[in-house]
T-cell receptor, first 112, second 111 residues
Framework: GNSVTQMEGPVTLSEEAFLTINCTYT??????LFWYVQYPGEGLQLLLK?????DKGSNKGFEATYRKETTSFHLEKGSVQVSDSAVYFCALSRDTGNQFYFGTGTSLTVIP | DAGITQSPRHKVTETGTPVTLRCHQTENHRYMYWYRQDPGHGLRLIHYSYGVKDTDKGEVSDGYSVSRSKTEDFLLTLESATSSQTSVYFC??????????FGPGTRLTVL
């Protein structure tokens, strides 16, 4: 079946630290992969996406590379800010029914 | 943003009462979804719709029903609310670039 596993949180970092949030997936065929971000009290917003192997998605200083050989899509940012504090969700999409499969989310807190 | 609104944004109700949550979109997206978000579970799909009057169950559909009489509206009904249905409910649509867009959520508390 289709599933996403992401690292457990919560994660607490100091401002300007390097961020990695691990995400691995299980899927048949060639899924699209996504990172969504949820700020407190809000819905999920698309952060970045990649649709095929070796693609790199990037946005707001965040990056993730679609690695088919390791079935991974790790999220990275070189220097986090307090405003990056949020919950991050990894997700995959398969064509059938246009359904998404989400990880359980990783809470990030950045302290000044 | 895909112009998705949810109502109400907050609701407190009692066990055994019916509850209806509304999702409204302005983008004419064909696919719409209802999820619930709970600590430790992330997002779980309740029901989804692939067109007017066309709906299907997700992984946690027991105790919920949906209806879609117009493209822009997708209703989620808790037939007889239970405390286990206390959660945050999100509506989403599927846009043309294979991306899901989410509403702001409804926080439901069942006492």
């Amino acid at each position: 079946g289709n599933s996403v596993t992401q690292m457990e949180g919560p994660v607490t970092l100091s401002e300007e630290a390097f961020l990695t949030i691990n995400c691995t997936y299980t899927a048949t065929g060639y899924p699209s992969l996504f990172w969504y971000v949820q700020y407190p009290g809000e819905g999920l917003q698309l952060l970045l996406k990649a649709t095929k192997a070796d693609d790199k998605g990037s946005n707001k200083g965040f990056e993730a590379t679609y690695r088919k050989e390791t079935t991974s899509f790790h999220l990275e940012k070189g220097s986090v800010q307090v405003s990056d504090s949020a919950v991050y969700f990894c997700a995959l999409s398969r064509d059938t029914g246009n359904q998404f499969y989400f990880g359980t989310g990783t809470s990030l807190t950045v302290i000044p | 943003d895909a112009g998705i609104t949810q109502s109400p944004r907050h609701k407190v109700t009692e066990t055994g009462t019916p509850v209806t949550l509304r999702c409204h979109q302005t983008e004419n997206h064909r696919y719409m979804y209802w999820y619930r978000q709970d600590p430790g579970h992330g997002l779980r799909l309740i029901h989804y719709s692939y067109g007017v009057k066309d709906t299907d169950k997700g992984e946690v559909s027991d105790g919920y029903s949906v209806s879609r009489s117009k493209t822009e509206d997708f209703l989620l009904t808790l037939e007889s609310a239970t405390s286990s249905q206390t959660s945050v409910y999100f509506c989403a649509t599927h846009g043309p670039t294979d991306t899901q867009y989410f509403g702001p959520g409804t926080r439901l508390t069942v006492l």
